[in-house]
């Protein structure tokens, strides 16, 4: 090894030395909150941009009654064209209401959730990637119908 290369490994070692107790002298006590924005992590979110949403065009059902408008009684199957890459299909209604559709990418298995209403009176949001063509299944809780939009947003 010559002198030039010793020289620059002992500049990288002091480098990563100094990282370090930047790194812990910066540090937090606390063991962090989970739920909490992350400002890392929402800058990179920023750089690399958000999923763009699945266009309620491309969703199609039995119990469509209007663009992008979902009413039924009991359960209704919409289905999502292939849109060629990732997308974030958004569904939201004013009452709770329960979707089931298959994970994204090469999992074999489906996920299903309870959407309910927020406390601050936004309604119900059911957010799910999609990444090839698939069937969503949407089921009301209950004797009455649900109403379920397929928001852009």
């Known amino acids: 090894m010559s002198g030039r290369q010793k020289a ?13 107790v930047v790194a812990v002298g910066t540090g937090r006590d606390d063991r962090g909150n989970p739920a909490a924005p992350s400002g890392l992590v929402d800058r990179l979110a920023g750089v690399g941009g958000e999923r763009s949403a699945v266009d309620p065009a491309a969703v199609t059902a039995p119990c469509a009654s209007g663009a992008g408008r979902l009413v039924f009684t009991g359960g ?11 997308r974030t299909l958004v569904l939201r209604s004013n009452a709770a209401f329960t979707v089931a559709a298959p994970a994204p990418g090469e999992a074999e298995f489906t996920v299903r959730d309870e959407v309910e209403p927020a406390a601050d009176g936004t309604g119900a949001v059911a957010t799910i990637a999609v990444d090839r063509a698939v069937d969503v299944v949407l089921s009301c809780p209950g004797v009455g119908g649900c109403a379920v939009t397929v928001a852009p947003s």
């Open 8 to 20: 620059l490994l002992a500049v990288f070692g002091v480098l990563l030395v100094a990282l370090f």
């Open 76 to 86: 209704c199957v919409l289905h999502v064209a292939d849109l060629g890459g990732l």
